[in-house]
């Protein structure tokens, strides 16, 4: 299943709101900086079925506002037969 970018609830998950990612596809993991919540990491997996330049690691310094590629290594699926 696809998704359509990353998601941010500032009240316990009662409401939540995109914060962009949206060509990401699969966001396999999210880490949030333990002492200062807007920094994030995003794990970019994308669509296992074929090349996507939207894959790699994703900061965010203000709480999703904004985002920038961190890391990235080719647009192609990391295993193949």
């Given at each position: 299943?696809m998704?359509?970018?990353?998601?941010k609830?500032?009240?316990?998950?009662?409401?939540w709101?995109?914060?962009g990612?949206?060509?990401t596809g699969?966001?396999?993991r999210?880490?949030v900086?333990p002492t200062?919540?807007?920094i994030?990491?995003?794990c970019?997996?994308?669509?296992?079925?074929?090349?996507?330049?939207e894959?790699?690691?994703?900061?965010?310094?203000?709480g999703?506002?904004t985002w920038?590629?961190?890391?990235f290594v080719d647009?192609?699926?990391?295993?193949r037969?």
């Amino acid at each position: 299943m696809m998704g359509d970018g990353i998601y941010k609830s500032t009240d316990a998950g009662k409401t939540w709101k995109n914060m962009g990612l949206v060509e990401t596809g699969r966001i396999g993991r999210v880490i949030v900086h333990p002492t200062n919540p807007n920094i994030v990491l995003a794990c970019a997996l994308g669509r296992a079925t074929g090349p996507q330049q939207e894959r790699g690691v994703y900061r965010t310094k203000d709480g999703g506002a904004t985002w920038e590629r961190v890391l990235f290594v080719d647009p192609t699926p990391a295993a193949r037969a």
